[in-house]
């Protein structure tokens, strides 16, 4: 069974950075294009970047200049580096593995920004 655990998340000033961080078990990683998501309260989940199995990489209009997202397939990890924070991006981030039907998520990570 696939398992994603997400970590990095916390509290940040706006105009700061954080780092996330997702890890994955049980599953082939590298074969898999992984997402990061984020909800924020009353909002729906929306998709922010994703990194497909070769590297190409799309964004969210609004972290486009500001997030990178990246994999590293031979640690089975994936990567949020945020930087030029802003209130708007507080939300849970979860990765997501492009699995099956409806994908395989972790549990989330709370980011807040904040002075």
């Not at 930087?83 to 039907?101: F, H, I, M, P």
């Amino acid at each position: 069974q696939v398992q994603l655990v997400e970590s990095g998340g916390g509290l940040v000033q706006p105009g700061g950075s954080l780092r996330l961080s997702c890890a994955a078990s049980g599953s082939i990683f590298s074969f898999y294009t992984m997402d990061w998501y984020r909800q924020a309260p009353g909002k729906q989940r929306e998709l922010v970047a994703s990194i497909s199995s070769r590297g190409s990489t799309n964004y969210a209009d609004s972290v486009k200049g500001r997030f990178t997202i990246s994999r590293d397939n031979a640690k089975n990890m994936v990567y949020l580096e945020m930087n030029s924070l802003k209130a708007e991006d507080t939300a849970v981030y979860y990765c997501k593995q492009e699995k099956g039907t409806y994908g395989v998520w972790g549990q989330g990570t709370q980011v807040t920004v904040s002075s």
